[in-house]
């Protein structure tokens, strides 16, 4: 497809040369086994520990390893790891690298790059922000050996390292992880099973990835379980091709011009179904996709919580869920922080949202000193599920009367803005609305987005300290039974101080060409590419 663009675009004068060039493109490439997908977003940051933004990781997981996967079942599994050992007081971790890791540029993967990755990943995320509070000393044995001491038996420590949803523990070069957290790397050099061809990358186009020849696979072929097991390139090229348009995506599967379409539009289901060679495939048993609207607690109105709270009169979760998905079979109210479905699911803190009444929102919000002050809403036009759904919430907030600056910008612009806590009229910002995994949000503490860490936490910085105590709690709790009370509490707790309002979950299957690819790793959350081959 891209070579029959680039001839159509060449100059007539120069149509023979382009006509070369093509084929040349055309014989190189049927040489080589090229996997062509369409994902949910453009890849415009290349920084999985920087950014909460699902792309940015997938990205990352292509390119770089982890030091252990949590399989299908939440359970962590060793990947960089060889072995490792538990102090009887569960105080001190002591850890293996296996032998001969390297990044693709050849050298060698040592504890050096291990801590300044887990350091750097530790100031940054807040699954890993809380674990390093109850970290005493993470130091080098040698070179393939390192310690962790805790000051407490903190108990998800295996847990925190495998996370598969957003901001994974991603080990990179030592020069890279010593990169300020606050700022992005500059260069994306892994040792996972591809690596990053930055030279041919083209933002608003396609992002492109090789098979990494220093990728080390874990030994004994161990079956692929989300983010556990062996991570086998299966192909010699991946090519993210950027098609914003999902009529468009659809047909170019349906027609062969891409292989795999990661999240086609629920309407479109019924023709996919139907179409030759074309198979969907479910990612999991719980919803793949938690949808949520953050408010920045740091300034006026939303860092008084009646403010915040009087929010919760705009949304009506149906609205929402039709705008993004329309066929209740894939999707589900959910009035919850954790994901609905999960072990953990409970009815707490669903009394916010009794009533949707605008009028009301708007009186709540002027009885929390609101005076009609531009509300500033960042609003992507790009992506097919936040776009709709951030028009749901600038309708209701209309409809309210409340007086809006919307900002519209493309997805990535939204991503680089919402870091920013400078005032709204200052470049910042009140309101954005994301997404994030439901497998990641049924647990509260790998749930990144349901902390409230203050300035170490995501953007929007909600705090409160009952809130980081209940997930502290949970994270030593001995029992089931304490782990579902505690999980209740702090529902309650966050949704009484409003971290971020939820408006539903839905899951869509993946799409793909059976007559080309097989062994395609379901995962809810960041979709997997590594075990895909192309027949």
């Given at each position: ?79 960089m790891?060889?072995?490792y ?35 750097r ?36 420590v ?24 606050q ?6 050099i ?20 090789l098979?990494?020849?220093?990728y ?32 468009t ?9 891409i ?33 949520m ?81 531009p ?52 470049g ?54 304490e ?20 408006f ?32």
């Amino acid at each position: 497809m891209s070579s029959g663009l680039n001839f159509l675009r060449c100059l007539v004068p120069a149509a023979a040369l382009c006509a070369a060039l093509a084929l040349g493109t055309q014989a190189a490439q049927a040489q080589e086994k090229v996997l062509r997908a369409v994902l949910h977003a453009d890849v415009r940051v290349i920084d999985p520990i920087w950014t909460t933004q699902t792309i940015a990781n997938i990205h990352g997981m292509l390119v770089y390893d982890t030091l252990f996967g949590n399989d299908a079942n939440m359970q962590p599994k060793p990947q960089m790891v060889d072995k490792y050992d538990i102090s009887a007081d569960k105080l001190v971790y002591t850890f293996t690298l296996r032998a001969g890791l390297k990044f693709s540029d050849g050298s060698a993967v040592t504890t050096k790059d291990v801590i300044a990755s887990l350091r750097r990943w530790g100031a940054k995320d807040g699954v890993g922000i809380r674990l390093f509070t109850f970290v005493d000393k993470l130091e080098a044995v040698d070179d393939k050996a390192f310690r962790l001491t805790l000051t407490k038996p903190y108990g998800m420590v295996l847990e925190s390292l495998g996370k598969t949803n957003s901001s994974v523990a991603a080990i990179m070069r030592e020069q890279e992880a010593k990169t300020d957290p606050q700022q992005q790397v500059k260069e994306s050099i892994g040792s996972g099973p591809f690596m990053f061809a930055k030279d041919q990358w083209v933002p608003g186009s396609k992002a492109v990835y090789l098979k990494n020849p220093h990728y080390v696979p874990r030994p004994g072929n161990e079956p692929p379980s989300s983010f556990a097991g062996s991570k086998i390139a299966g192909v010699d090229r991946i090519e993210l091709v950027w098609i914003s348009d999902s009529q468009t995506a659809m047909s170019a599967l349906i027609n062969g011009e891409i292989d795999f379409y990661e999240n086609p539009s629920i309407d479109f289901l019924p023709i996919l179904e139907k179409s030759r060679n074309v198979k969907l495939m479910k990612t999991g048993d719980l919803d793949s996709t938690h949808g949520m609207i953050r408010l920045n607690h740091l300034h006026p109105p939303f860092n008084n919580v009646k403010a915040r709270q009087a929010m919760y009169y705009l949304i009506n979760q149906e609205d929402f869920l039709r705008a993004i998905v329309g066929d209740p079979e894939y999707y589900r109210v959910c009035h919850g922080l954790i994901t609905c479905g999960a072990p953990l699911a409970s009815d707490a803190g669903s009394q916010w949202f009794k009533e949707y009444n605008p009028k009301k929102a708007l009186q709540l919000l002027k009885e929390a000193g609101y005076k009609g002050e531009p509300i500033t809403v960042l609003a992507a036009t790009d992506h097919n599920t936040i776009t709709p759904a951030t028009q749901v919430l600038i309708q209701a907030m209309r409809d309210a009367g409340i007086n809006l600056d919307v900002q519209s910008m493309d997805w990535g612009s939204v991503v680089s803005r919402r870091a920013k806590k400078e005032p709204p009229a200052q470049g910042g910002w009140h309101i954005f609305v994301t997404t994030t995994g439901g497998v990641g949000s049924a647990n509260p503490v790998l749930h990144t987005w349901l902390g409230a860490a203050c300035d170490k936490g995501l953007f929007g910085w909600p705090c409160d300290e009952k809130i980081e105590a209940l997930r502290n709690e949970f994270a030593f709790a001995q029992t089931d039974d304490e782990k579902k009370r505690i999980a209740r509490d702090l529902q309650a707790r966050a949704m009484e101080q409003v971290v971020y309002i939820p408006f539903g979950q839905w899951t869509t299957p993946l799409a793909y060409r059976s007559d080309r690819l097989q062994g395609i790793v379901p995962n809810t959350g960041l979709v997997v590419l590594w075990g895909i081959t192309k027949k």
